[in-house]
């Protein structure tokens, strides 16, 4: 079970990972900026950068519920500006940011599970009470 945890893990946050470094493009700046984020040019990159050390925090298990919580500062505003689905009238585009939005709402929920339950066994965090254990 150790191994399903880690692995839950990893793929939780490879989306983090993976997409922390494109809010330092022009692209990703600019369209933060066209949905309405204030002074993009800083909190889209400051965006990326606690997308970036929240998601490494759980994928190696080092203070794991900070990083979650890291995770859910990053979503919460990300999920109402740039999701805003009930602004939006064409039908096809409403449904799309829709979509995102629950993603964002149901990944809201896993980074609070592991707020409250922790890393798990095969994480930094726990090496060292399983060499005091020993």
Request: glycine share 10%; proline share 4%; charged share 10%.
């Amino acid at each position: 079970m150790k191994y399903t945890l880690l692995a839950g893990r990893i793929l939780f946050s490879l989306i983090f990972l993976l997409s922390s470094f494109g809010h330092f493009s022009e692209p990703s700046i600019g369209y933060a900026a066209s949905k309405g984020v204030p002074m993009a040019s800083f909190l889209v990159p400051l965006s990326g950068i606690i997308e970036l050390i929240g998601a490494l925090s759980i994928i190696l298990g080092y203070k794991a519920k900070y990083g979650a919580w890291l995770i859910i500062l990053f979503l919460l505003p990300v999920t109402v500006m740039l999701h805003n689905f009930w602004t939006i009238s064409d039908p096809m585009a409403q449904q799309m940011d829709m979509a995102a939005f629950m993603k964002n709402i149901s990944m809201i929920g896993g980074a609070l599970i592991i707020v409250h339950f922790g890393s798990g066994p095969l994480s930094l965090g726990n090496r060292n009470s399983s060499r005091a254990s020993v």
